[in-house]
């Protein structure tokens, strides 16, 4: 039985899942039909933080003591308060504040320990199925939407949630790598070509990672070369759909006017990034610092978040805490091999594998400050927790006792 209060944090949680993953108005593509939407991403921004602390309220009994599985928990937020009291210290408390609120949603980890998870492989399996299910909708709609409007398709559809596509990405291949069947490669080729749609460089990157490692853990030759010929079907299929010669697609991506631009204002942001890690290499400019020369980056101007978003929060934190911030993540992958179950372990290594694709895409492109990282971070230590403790053996006389 579950009581009153986990049942209310299950609700909660929820409406944060759907809301963070069908949530627009961070979408690029949004601007091709000239709709500001500033105003409504605050306002979704509220909603997720009273959804967080409805969570937090209903689902969190007690603080977990620091332990080796929540050794990793303690140091990200030892980190993120260090940030916070020095950018209390130094610069605008409300922006400090602001910068230190995209953290929260690692309560979501609380929460989901003293969930009834009955079945780690099979949520977190539903949850990658329904990101692919949400991002895939989003991407008919606004295709739809282009040809309806403008009479051709846009060439880059890049979603707020596309980043998490490396989640159901890294999951499907490890299946096609111990087991390649037709139906997987259905479901990696159409998240390739969703990757594809994004035309975001870093999420290139990210994927290609992901792909690296899980080929290097075990894939035959003749395994390996089909994930590469189902990489080439994807592009070839992009460049269909949009009409586009291959040779045009690759100067889009690497060459000309676009390209230039987007080089340009980041080699801007790591100007700037290194006279920080001059002046305060060990101890960082701390949470809400305002670069005060974000006005040369003209309509791009970003005084708080840049695209070099994870070389940024570095300088934040500084490089002590940087330090202990990445030295978090390799504690964290040596928890997954705590847990028993060994379809469980497999499925939380690929998502572990995702997490780090997440950090490699946002070192050129702006998320690892943003809510979304934190909400599927949370979810996967939440899910990692409720593993762990299953695989633990039970106190005397504890055996009937559900999970906090």
């Known amino acids: 039985m579950t009581d009153a209060g986990e049942r209310v944090a299950r609700a909660a949680f929820r409406v944060l899942l759907y809301l963070v993953l069908i949530d627009p108005f961070g979408d690029s593509v949004l601007l091709s039909f000239g709709l500001g939407t500033d105003a409504f991403d605050a306002y979704t921004k509220l909603v997720i933080t009273a959804t967080l602390a409805v969570i937090l309220c209903a689902g969190v009994r007690f603080v977990p003591k620091w332990s080796n599985l929540w050794t990793p928990f303690w140091l990200v937020l030892c980190v993120y308060g260090y940030a916070l009291v020095s950018g209390l210290a130094q610069n605008v408390s409300v922006n400090a504040v602001n910068d230190f609120l995209s953290v929260t949603p690692i309560v979501v980890a609380l929460a989901l320990r003293r969930f009834h998870i009955v079945d780690t492989d099979r949520e977190l399996r539903f949850l990658g199925g329904l990101v692919l299910a949400v991002v895939f909708l989003k991407y008919v709609l606004y295709q739809l939407g282009m040809l309806a409007v403008f009479g051709t398709p846009s060439w880059k559809v890049l979603l707020k949630q596309s980043p998490l596509l490396l989640f159901p990405y890294s999951i499907f291949l490890s299946d096609y790598v111990k087991a390649p069947r037709r139906r997987t490669g259905a479901a ?75 080089v340009d204002y980041r080699l801007q942001q790591l100007q700037e990034l290194e006279r920080r890690v001059v002046d305060r290499p060990l101890v960082g400019v701390g949470l809400g610092y305002f670069d005060p020369d974000y006005l040369s980056y003209s309509e791009l101007a970003k005084p708080y978040q840049l695209e070099l978003d994870l070389p940024n929060f570095v300088t934040k934190v500084g490089l002590l805490m940087a330090f202990i911030y990445f030295l978090s993540y390799r504690l964290l992958a040596a928890q997954i091999r705590q847990v028993g179950d060994p379809v469980a372990r497999s499925t939380l290594s690929s998502t572990f594998v995702a997490l780090i694709g997440l950090l490699a895409y946002s070192t050129g492109q702006t998320f690892h400050q943003g809510y979304l990282f934190w909400v599927f971070y949370g979810i996967f230590y939440g899910y990692l927790a409720a593993s762990v403790r299953r695989a633990a053996p039970a106190p005397a006389g504890a055996a009937a006792l559900a999970i906090e």
């Not at 990696?188 to 290139?204: G, K, N």
């Not at 990672?209 to 590469?228: E, S």
């Open 188 to 262: 990696l080729l159409l998240i390739l070509y969703l990757i594809f749609t994004a035309q975001a460089r870093m999420l290139f990157i990210g994927c290609a990672l992901v792909t690296v490692v899980h080929l290097v853990r075990g894939a035959r030759p003749r395994v390996a070369i089909g994930v590469v010929l189902m990489g080439g079907v994807a592009f070839g299929s992009y460049s269909v759909v949009q009409q586009m010669q291959v040779e045009e697609s690759l100067l889009h991506w690497y060459g000309g006017e676009v390209f230039q631009e987007g």
